[in-house]
């Protein structure tokens, strides 16, 4: 059974920073497409940063130069540091996985490809 767990959410002030951490089961994650997203209330999920087995990433740009996405295979987790945070950052944040896409699209996945999702971690930016 797949599961996803993300950790690391906390309340910060602007500027500051945070590490997400998504541990994986189910699956070996070197071989799994995963990703970062995020729903503040009132707004859809949106994708914030993808990363391929092979360690190729994408970022949204509103997060592009802030926020860094990585992984550890040997540990099945996926990181998200989250550096210069804003008060717009605010949001539930989710890990997902893409299983079925593979290295060569993932990064170009859209959220429906993303079928497997953890439970959310949030995280809150005060000014």
């Known amino acids: 059974q797949v599961q996803l767990v993300e950790s690391g959410g906390g309340s910060v002030e602007s500027g500051g920073s945070l590490r997400l951490s998504c541990a994986a089961s189910?699956?070996?994650?070197?071989?799994?497409?995963m990703g970062w997203f995020r729903q503040a209330p009132g707004n859809e999920r949106e994708g914030v940063a993808i990363i391929a087995s092979d360690g190729s990433t994408t970022y949204a740009d509103s997060v592009k130069g802030r926020f860094t996405i990585s992984q550890d295979n040997a540990k099945n987790t996926v990181y998200l540091q989250m550096n210069s945070l804003k008060p717009e950052d605010t949001a539930i944040y989710y890990c997902a996985a893409a299983p079925k896409r593979g290295v060569r699209w993932c990064v170009a996945s859209q959220i429906s490809d993303f079928i497997n999702w953890g439970q959310g971690t949030q995280v809150t930016v005060s000014s």
């Open positions: 189910g699956y070996t994650r070197s071989s799994v497409c």
